[in-house]
């Protein structure tokens, strides 16, 4: 379960001090689909950041479980992010000179998982988003939609507790983006994850069981 309580963040650009996040204060409990929506430049990614562990706020504290992840140090907060957290881009972010099932070993390099089991898990979780039969081919060898399904499978294979989506159907068509969401969803569904997805479509935000809007910092909820 993530707590927050009156997260503010800023920045200072040039002599001028941005607020990013203006005193959020947001519980989401395990295992609920969440979409959060706003222009861009309203705080989406710096909300974003926050609940991966990737930043911290200027001032109040963010509880992910029994971690603060607010005053955590940068191994620890590494070690949440690599055991409990999981991404999924717009862009993708596949390395071009891999397979999909290297591709997606990659997330379990870093956790100590020996070699045998790397493979088995990732043609598992390549199966499990409909590319089971497409192990071996590079990125440039998948059409987008199977590009955004390996990315999805290697932000599974590690076993995550929480997923967060930052405009994950963003590079894609209408058609696709109903395709990839249908999928995020059933995922979602099977795994019990805590399902996080950070848009500007209003298409998709519908779609996830409870609706935050986020507009120059400030966060509501949606209806």
Known sequence: MYELSNVTKTYEQGKRTVTALSD???????????AIQGPTGGGKSTLLQMLGALDRPTEGTIELGEANL????????GRIRAREISFVFQSFNL?????????????????????????????AALASVGLGDRLGHLPTELSGRQRQRVAIARALVKEPTVLLADEPTGNLD???????????????????LTLIVVTHDTAV????????LIKKGVLTEGA
């Open 24 to 34: 959020v204060t947001l519980s989401i409990p395990d295992g609920q689909m969440v």
């Open 95 to 123: 390395i071009p000179t891999l397979s999909a099932q290297d591709n997606v070993e990659t997330a379990l390099a870093l956790l100590g998982v020996r070699s045998t089991l790397r493979k088995e898990r990732a043609a």
């Open 174 to 192: 209408e058609e696709t983006r109903d395709e990839i969401m249908d999928l995020l969803e059933g995922l979602w569904q099977a795994q019990g």
């Open 70 to 77: 607010s005053k955590l140090g940068d191994g620890k907060l």
């Open 205 to 212: 935000a519908r779609r996830a069981r409870r609706r935050l």
